[in-house]
């Protein structure tokens, strides 16, 4: 499912809201997850899971096609760990 396709759901299965404030709600939910994210805070939504910002260690890896050497600095990179209930539901689809 889409960014637009979820927008679309909203709308039609919630008479109240016009396509463009479900597009509203939408935006609003997904920017708060990534201002808290960028914050470094975990956000958790019971029954469906968690961010969070995991650290990724400075590491030396190697290009495939030439074989060099190269350094890959520390990084950060979020992580979504589902909840148990949602995790439930999709093993018994």
């Known amino acids: 499912m889409t960014k637009s396709e979820l927008i679309e759901k909203l709308s039609v299965e919630n008479g109240l809201l016009s396509k463009r404030e ?6 609003t939910l997904l920017d708060s997850i990534r201002d808290a994210l960028v914050e470094g805070e ?3 939504i019971r029954g469906f899971g968690s ?6 260690d ?3 890896a190697r290009n495939p096609k ?3 050497v190269v350094s890959i600095p ?3 990179t979020a992580f ?4 148990k209930e949602l995790r439930e539901r999709v093993d018994l689809e």
Do not use: D
């Open 80 to 83: 979504f760990k589902t909840g």
């Open 22 to 27: 479900s597009e509203m709600v939408v935006n």
């Open 74 to 76: 520390v990084k950060k």
């Open 51 to 56: 961010f969070t910002v995991r650290v990724r």
């Open 58 to 60: 400075a590491r030396e």
């Open 42 to 44: 975990r956000v958790e």
């Open 66 to 68: 030439t074989g060099e």
